[in-house]
């Protein structure tokens, strides 16, 4: 089975601050991961993801996240928070040759940004 | 690429009555998902289909609840007889059996009154 943590259901930063969104995860096998972005009232949005390769991936918008194997994480990372950032941040897993295509999700963190 | 596109963005609906939400996924993709999101239980997976066969049902609340595919560029998930509880937003979304990142649409948002 397959499961994601997000440990904090909300992180706060002032703008131009770097901020940090955390993702531990559980697979049997290899993951992909990825991060999702919901703003209000709207689907979720691809971010980047981690397939194979470099573990620092970067994504849209100036965000990037760091694959980390021996800690089962893949943080999201952003140098300098704008305001327009503050959204719902879902981290999302699935196992490399399971077979299926779905993707496990976290239960989000609400990032807001104050100016 | 006009994207996943769900039908109707918005309902409100009394209890009992059938609810019907629409999905035509992005062209080319053969694996299709419903998810459901609430405030308690976050984003919950549904259904899922591959080449039109419901592959996974199991996240599927209860008989009220039932998906299906009859093509490659439609799926439908209805409600018979609709609670208040089902309220949420419904999400519908694609990708290639081969691909990794699923696409979402912008929702279905119920309310059951």
């Known amino acids: 089975a397959q499961s994601v943590a997000q440990p904090e259901d909300q992180v706060n930063v002032a703008e131009g601050n770097p901020l940090t969104v955390k993702c531990t995860y559980s697979?049997?096998?290899?993951?992909?991961l990825f991060w999702y972005v919901q703003y209000p009232n709207r689907g979720l949005q691809f971010l980047l993801k981690y397939i194979t390769g470099d573990n620092l991936v970067k994504g849209s918008y100036g965000f990037e996240a760091e694959f980390n194997k021996s800690q089962t994480s893949f943080h999201l990372k952003k140098p300098s928070a704008l305001v327009s950032d503050s959204a719902l941040y879902f981290c999302?897993?699935?196992?490399?040759?399971?077979?299926?295509?779905?993707?496990?999700f976290g239960k989000g963190t609400m990032l807001l940004v104050s100016p | 690429d006009a994207g996943v596109i769900q039908s109707p963005r918005h309902e409100v609906t009394e209890m009992g009555q059938e609810v019907t939400l629409r999905c035509k996924p992005i062209?080319?993709?053969?694996?299709l998902f419903w998810y459901r999101q609430t405030m308690m239980r976050g984003l919950e997976l549904l259904i899922y289909?591959?080449?039109?066969?419901?592959?996974?049902d199991s996240g599927m609340p209860e008989d009220r609840f039932s998906a299906k595919m009859p093509n490659a560029s439609f799926s439908t998930l209805k409600i018979q007889p609709s609670e208040p509880r089902d309220s949420a937003v419904y999400f519908c979304a694609s990708t290639r059996t081969d691909g990794n990142t699923i696409y979402f649409g912008e929702g279905s948002w119920l309310t059951v009154v």
């Open positions: 062209s080319g993709h053969n694996s």
């Open positions: 999302a897993v699935r196992e490399v040759n399971s077979g299926y295509s779905t993707l496990t």
């Open positions: 289909f591959n080449n039109n066969v419901p592959i996974d």
């Open positions: 697979v049997s096998g290899n993951p992909y």
